[in-house]
């Protein structure tokens, strides 16, 4: 062979060629980093608008931020669904770029797109380890560009399990390690706990499954269920090892597990607290994904991919996989709205995605059929997600034709200038300002202040620590997180605080006064604190008084001939407490009762229940509450407009019943299965039904 | 053409493929929440022709007193239409006892409104009031409405009762 110059070019071209090709897959994960990133905006010293404005989604994800900036720790000092690992990856941006709102609606998405993008990345790069990169790009592309929710616990919990699968695979072929891979797993599971609660315990589920299925596959090889055996005694040492030194890091007795107690209480009541019906379109997409997914799996299941001659590790995944994915959508069941309907499907999509990649095969026809199926169908369902879309991609880079503006025509608070004209997004932006405003003018830097029940960006965007045992009240079901809040509440004893009103135009989650969901946590509130002065419609300064607990007291007057068991035998059923002697005095209701449910409810969910109270006037208010199953519950209801709520924390001693409200002649409660998922409640029963006047 | 060569066209197909439905896709992401066809209208109301403003109050409440000023605030929103053709809404007025309250000229968007109508042109109809009114007796208390038309027209709505703590 004889040497030229050309041939030399056309070796390096082709060296370079293979390069790229050996490298598409991060190739692509960096040209979707980059096409996601604002960086036009992150560069503009200008306002940023805002069209959209969540207070309760947002509340959430700007307070875990400024707390991990005031040393504040999730599972630490303040339960919730998510845990210090999430908290500290959204805090990132806020640490290189200083807090405010206007990072936070800058950076928030992006740092989950991006984490999202490494995340699927990874877990490309594990579950399809044996196909070509550009197989991996391109599953990259249809998962992040196309079906990802924007939430980290999905993509992260999907990477955790592809690993779980790998490891196991692994230690059933004659190699070493046994030990590393089972610390890896501890570690992994680790990981979890302190992303989400749910991550955490859905994480510890796949694990187990995948041993499970290993086991039932090699069932024939003592061996090989020794070694699972082994693997699983050595991730749970390795889980308990870690989680000691979790426990030492959050201030808690070393074998404590008090973050592990907290998650379980999170994620058991979030079944009964949070249920919502299924809407007709969730449901539809739920049987569609469902029965695809299905197909595709039956179709790799009868071909080749189940023989002894694929890997381990391809045998473990095709087994457990679905199953994972089915245990996944039990959060999208019990509320299954479009948002987190999305989320619950997103397993069993991007595990047919990686059936779809992950053939295996030579065979050009039957690669081109898969991917038809991956593309075709991808293009066909759905469109890219909207950072992906090309005018968005060059906005992103636009720096000259940008609208450098530093006035603002919207509501300005905080670096971020609401200018839609929706009236809600106003509404709330307008309630944000001035009541940030107040609590800067009134609290020192160095002060606490408590939001009721759920608006915390209202003291971020303040500077102010929200304080609390749990970040925001709906959250809050049964004495032990109920407890929690209201010693978290005690330890700060904030000077001020705000509390919103259940007001036409603010939002009640799921239709529940916030007075009913936390009732506790109200009395607590209203024993400790008066209304100072009302700084917006349906906004109430509170300041703390140390003298109301002495002169506040509740009287009760029990109501005779209300309470019995009731079998439930109809869907829906209203179950009649009869007519009632209310007292003049009296201020709120308050039943005992006990649903009583199936077993099975649990792997289900509770149905809806409302409390009727009939008036004299002949109106009715329709309660709808939120019941533990299976256990008695106090049930409290203010049988008038919830906005007069507010009169509870005036300072003077007179109450807020000075004129009359018509009284309480009768009470039902209605009792419907949301879906087809809810269950029914065999019997209620009504222990005691008293009326409670606030006495000062 | 080799198993190779062959693989490398399938991969470069698709690559295209993705790229042309990231580019010309008009559909909307999966995470948007798909329009039910099921929301179909089934019945359209009509105007009547002797009907000069539609609408009404959905939902109003009464705050409790300020504890230093004494005043109250009230929330109050529904949905008006003009079926005047040359005269839109202007402002609607809240009154409280037949006093008012509070107004606004500001409409958002009520799709349930035009829709139960089969007219696009209503759908600017929402209005909200939120406000900080004067002193109020506790007590049951009657809000109603006025709409004032741009041709200088006022007309009167029936309202509900709201109960002031």
């Given amino acids: 062979m004889s040497y030229t110059p050309v041939a030399n070019v056309e070796s390096r071209k082709a060296h370079w060629l293979s390069a790229v090709a050996c490298r598409l897959d991060i190739i692509t994960s960096v040209a979707l980093i980059v096409a996601s990133t604002p960086l036009a905006s992150l560069l503009s010293k200008a306002p940023l608008p805002v069209a959209q404005l969540n207070v309760l989604d947002d509340s959430w994800r700007i307070d875990i931020i400024y707390k991990a900036l005031s040393g504040v720790w999730l599972d630490r000092n303040v339960i919730f669904t998510y845990g210090p690992l999430y908290q500290l990856i959204t805090a990132i941006p806020a640490r290189l770029l200083g807090f405010s709102l206007k990072t936070f609606y800058l950076t928030g998405v992006v740092t989950l797109i991006w984490t999202t993008i490494v995340l699927t990345f990874s877990t490309a790069k594990v579950l399809l380890h044996s196909e070509p990169a550009w197989k991996r790009a391109l599953f990259l592309v249809l998962v992040v560009g196309f079906w990802s929710p924007l939430e980290v616990r999905t993509s992260a919990l999907l990477f955790f399990y592809a690993v779980f699968v790998a490891c196991v695979a692994r230690i059933l072929r004659p190699h070493p390690g046994l030990l590393v891979r089972a610390a890896a797993c501890a570690f992994l599971l680790i990981l979890a706990f302190m992303l989400s609660a749910d991550t955490g315990f859905y994480a510890a589920i796949a694990l187990i499954l995948i041993l499970a299925v290993s086991a039932i596959v090699d069932w024939k ?141 030579s065979s050009i026809t039957r690669t081109s059929v898969c991917l038809l199926i991956a593309v075709g169908g991808t293009g066909l369902i759905t469109g890219p997600v909207s950072w992906l879309r090309p005018h968005n991609v060059i906005a992103n880079y636009s720096f000259h034709s940008r609208r450098e503006s530093s006035t603002c025509s919207g509501i300005y608070v905080d670096g971020v200038c609401f200018d839609s004209t929706t009236f809600g997004v106003r509404h709330d932006a307008t309630a944000l300002q001035v009541t940030s405003d107040f609590l800067r003018q009134t609290t020192a830097p160095t002060d606490s202040v408590m939001v009721f029940p759920y608006q915390n960006l209202v003291g971020d965007a303040a500077r102010r620590l929200v304080a609390g045992g749990v970040l925001q009240n709906y959250l809050i079901g049964g004495e032990y997180l109920t407890r929690r809040q209201i010693v978290g509440l005690e330890t700060l004893r904030p000077r001020y605080g705000v509390y919103f009103l259940d007001w036409p135009g603010v939002y009640k989650v799921d239709d529940v006064s916030s007075f009913t969901r936390t009732p506790q946590v109200w009395f607590y509130m209203q024993r400790h604190y008066s209304a100072e002065r009302q700084i917006a419609p349906g906004i109430i300064a509170l300041v703390r008084d140390e003298s109301r607990p002495g002169r506040i007291r509740q009287q009760p007057h029990m109501l005779s001939g209300t309470g019995g068991d009731f079998a439930v035998a109809e869907d829906p059923q209203t179950i009649d407490l009869g007519k009632i002697s209310w007292p003049n005095d009296a201020d709120f209701l308050k039943l005992t009762m006990t649903m009583h449910y199936p077993v099975y409810w649990k792997l289900l969910k509770p149905a809806e229940v409302i409390v009727i109270v009939q008036l004299a006037d002949g109106s009715e208010k329709q309660a709808k509450v939120v019941l533990r199953p299976n256990t008695s519950n106090e049930v409290w209801v203010y049988p008038w407009g919830d906005e007069g709520l507010g009169g509870f924390f005036n300072p003077a001693p007179a109450g807020p019943q000075a004129v009359l409200q018509p009284a309480v002649v009768g009470i039902k409660i209605r009792v419907a299965r949301f879906d087809w998922i809810s269950v029914m409640p065999t019997r209620v029963s009504v222990s005691r039904a008293e009326a409670v006047s606030l006495q000062y | 053409m080799t198993d190779e060569a062959a693989q490398r066209t399938v991969a470069t197909l698709a690559g295209l493929a993705v790229l042309l439905i990231v580019c010309l896709s008009t559909k909307p992401p999966w995470h948007d929440e798909p329009v039910s066809n099921a929301a179909k209208v089934i019945s359209v109301l009509h105007v009547q022709p002797t009907d000069r403003v539609l609408g009404g109050l959905d939902e109003a409440a009464i705050s409790n007193a300020d504890p230093v000023t004494g005043q109250r605030s009230l929330a109050a929103h529904g949905w008006v239409v003009s079926c005047v053709l040359t005269a839109p809404v202007k402002k609607v007025v809240v009154l409280v006892d037949g006093e008012p309250a509070g107004d606004t000229d500001q409409f958002f968007p009520r799709p349930d409104v035009a829709q139960a109508y089969g007219r696009s042109d209503f759908n600017n109809s929402g209005w909200q009031v939120d406000t900080f009114f004067g002193q109020l007796p506790s007590g049951a208390h009657v809000i109603t409405l006025t709409v004032l038309l741009a041709n200088g027209e006022s007309v009167d709505l029936p309202g509900k009762k709201a109960w002031a703590p």
């Fill in chain 1, 221 to 361: 090889s003592a061996r090989n269920l020794i070694r699972l055996a082994q693997f699983g005694l050595l991730s749970l040492a390795g889980f308990a090892l870690f989680g000691i030194g979790i426990n030492v890091a959050m201030g808690d007795q070393p074998f404590g597990f008090r973050f592990l107690r907290d998650a379980y209480q999170i994620v058991s009541t979030y079944r009964w607290i949070e249920p919502v019906s299924m809407p007709s379109n969730s449901s539809r997409v739920l049987m569609w994904t469902l029965a695809a997914a299905a197909l595709i799996y039956c179709t790799a299941l009868l071909k080749k991919d189940f023989r002894s001659t694929t890997s381990p590790r391809w045998r473990v995944f095709l087994l457990s996989s679905p199953l994972v994915a089915l245990v996944v959508l039990q959060s999208a069941l019990v509320r299954p709205g479009w948002e987190h309907m999305v989320i619950g499907l997103f397993p069993i999509i991007l595990f047919s995605l990686v059936v779809l990649l992950g053939t295996r095969v």
